[in-house]
Structure formats: structure tokens, C-alpha cells
T-cell receptor, first 109, second 113 residues
Framework: DQQVKQNSPSLSVQEGRISILNCDYTNSMFDYFLWYKKYPAEGPTFLISISSIKDKNEDGRFTVFLNKSAKHLSLHIVPSQPGDSAVYFCAADTGKLIFGQGTTLQVKP | DSGVTQTPKHLITATGQRVTLRCSPRSGDLSVYWYQQSLDQGLQFLIQYYNGEERAKGNILERFSAQQFPDLHSELNLSSLELGDSALYFC????????????FGPGTRLTVL
């Protein structure tokens, strides 16, 4: 039973445009979320996090939005760069990380 | 570089064998976590140790065990290996526990033939 879901396996955007990656969760008790980026043959790299007391957190080109009523979060990357091409995982932190299945982002030059 | 190291990088072994994966956490981190990434299951939490003590358990098989040593490095032991155990095994570490960011090592790719 997938408690954290990323329904889009892949996303392709043009360099300079916005990338929006989506994530849904089922447990309303989840209150802390993270996004990780993963390149092939490397471990996941932490990108950005958000607590449920906020609905937005920004770090440079990366912004995470949290909609608690919809149990939905999204990661916006603006502007997208070719180096952003990777697999993106959202995760809920319950003491352990519960990961979504990941979305492969391809940013085309 | 996350500061978390894992050895070996690759491991090829046969069914029925036993292997040990090693993880050294970032300096100052007391918590170590193990995750398994397989093709069909994604990234799954296995087990967490905090300062030498087991703190949380996920869907870890009984054939698998782990420990954290006084110097805080951790080992994941996999025994009676099956073909389905082939996966990437990641170690992560954090300062303490929940909401402290977990930093991941590069992983160990285990292939069971």
C-alpha cells in the first residue's frame, strides 16, 4: 500500500522553463516532507524540505508547496537547467523516510 | 559528497551465501538508516540505529540483520541470499532522528546469481 505516491513516472521540459513535480500522500498525520534528487549510480541527495506548519518553502530555484487539505505537495524548479535531469523522490519523514516511486525529469537544452 | 561512505560499491555473490555491507556515517551523526532500492519496490526503509541501539524497523527480512558499533559505523548482514535480494542498498545518516535531514551514501549494488 503506497502511502506516498508520485503518479508521473517521467517529465520532460525545455531548459529555462518551469518543472513541476507532484506528490500525493494518504496519511494526514504526516507532517514533514522532503525532496531528494538522484543521479544514476549515486545516492539520493537532499534538496528541500517542508514542515506542515508551512505551505511553502523556497531555496534558490527550488520551491516546495504543501496543500494539507489535498494531501498534496509539489516541487517547482525555475528555471530548469539540463543539470537538473535526474530522478526526483518525495518522501514523508516519520522517523523513517517513506518514499514515492520517483519521477524522472529530463530537461532538454 | 554527502560524507557518508559505503563499502563495497559492488558485490556479486551466489544464492545461499552471506554478505556484509558497511557504512560509515557523517562525522557527528548518531543515527544510521538502511534502505533497499529494488526495481519493483522503490526505496524501502529497512532499519535504523541510533547511537548503537536499534530504534526502528521496517520491512526487513529475518535473514537480514544490522548493527551499529561504538565508533558509529554500521554493518548490514544479508544471509541465505536469494535472487530477489539483488538490489541497491543505501545507508543514510542524520544527527539524531526525525526531521533531521538524512544524508545518503553512494550505495552498494548487490547482485545475487
Amino acid at each position: 500500500d503506497q502511502q506516498v505516491k508520485q503518479n508521473s513516472p517521467s517529465l520532460s521540459v525545455q531548459e529555462g522553463r518551469i518543472s513541476i513535480l507532484n506528490c500525493d500522500y494518504t496519511n494526514s498525520m504526516f507532517d514533514y516532507f522532503l525532496w531528494y534528487k538522484k543521479y544514476p549510480a549515486e545516492g539520493p541527495t537532499f534538496l528541500i524540505s517542508i514542515s506542515s506548519i508551512k505551505d511553502k518553502n523556497e531555496d534558490g530555484r527550488f520551491t516546495v508547496f504543501l496543500n494539507k487539505s489535498a494531501k498534496h505537495l509539489s516541487l517547482h524548479i525555475v528555471p530548469s537547467q539540463p543539470g537538473d535531469s535526474a530522478v526526483y523522490f518525495c518522501a514523508a519523514d516519520t522517523g523513517k523516510l517513506i518514499f514515492g516511486q520517483g519521477t524522472t525529469l529530463q530537461v532538454k537544452p | 559528497d554527502s560524507g557518508v561512505t559505503q563499502t563495497p560499491k559492488h558485490l556479486i555473490t551466489a544464492t545461499g551465501q552471506r554478505v556484509t555491507l558497511r557504512c560509515s556515517p557523517r562525522s557527528g551523526d548518531l543515527s544510521v538508516y538502511w534502505y533497499q532500492q529494488s526495481l519493483d519496490q522503490g526505496l524501502q526503509f529497512l532499519i535504523q540505529y541510533y547511537n548503537g541501539e536499534e530504534r526502528a524497523k521496517g520491512n526487513i527480512l529475518e535473514r537480514f540483520s544490522a548493527q551499529q558499533f561504538p565508533d558509529l559505523h554500521s554493518e548490514l548482514n544479508l544471509s541465505s541470499l536469494e535472487l530477489g535480494d539483488s538490489a541497491l542498498y543505501f545507508c543514510a545518516s542524520s544527527v539524531e532522528s526525525r526531521t533531521d535531514t538524512q544524508y545518503f551514501g553512494p550505495g552498494t549494488r548487490l547482485t545475487v546469481l
